[in-house]
């Protein structure tokens, strides 16, 4: 069974900061691209920042660009995703994922989600 375990959410005041973590089996974190993606009540979820296998190439929306940073531990699969100068509209429920590419194609993996909340 594919797990993804997320930590560090929590409840921050404006222009603060929290750093997400997730950490993956190695099978999966090695072959995976990992991402995190954030959801608020009756939208779907959305792409917040991608980082790549290999050389780590990094993909962001346009509003957490300069703001977050997504990076990763390939010795101890974990993903990070540092946020600083948070903002209201940036609380929801935040989720990691992997897009797995395995020798049989290509799989998409969640973590269980992790709530941030960021207060005006």
């Known amino acids: 069974q594919v797990q993804l375990v997320e930590s560090g959410g929590g409840l921050v005041q404006a222009g603060g900061s929290l750093r997400l973590s997730c950490t993956a089996s190695a099978n999966i974190f090695r072959n995976s691209v990992m991402g995190w993606y954030r959801q608020t009540p009756g939208n779907q979820r959305e792409l917040v920042a991608t980082?790549?296998?290999?050389?780590?190439?990094?993909n962001y929306v346009d509003s957490v660009k300069g703001r977050f940073t997504i990076s990763r531990d390939n010795n101890n699969n974990v993903v990070y995703l540092q946020m600083n100068s948070l903002k209201p509209e940036d609380t929801a429920v935040y989720y990691c994922n992997a897009r797995y590419y395995g020798s049989f194609g290509s799989d998409n993996y969640w973590g269980q989600g992790t709530q941030v909340t960021v207060s005006s």
């Open positions: 980082v790549t296998r290999g050389v780590g190439s990094t």
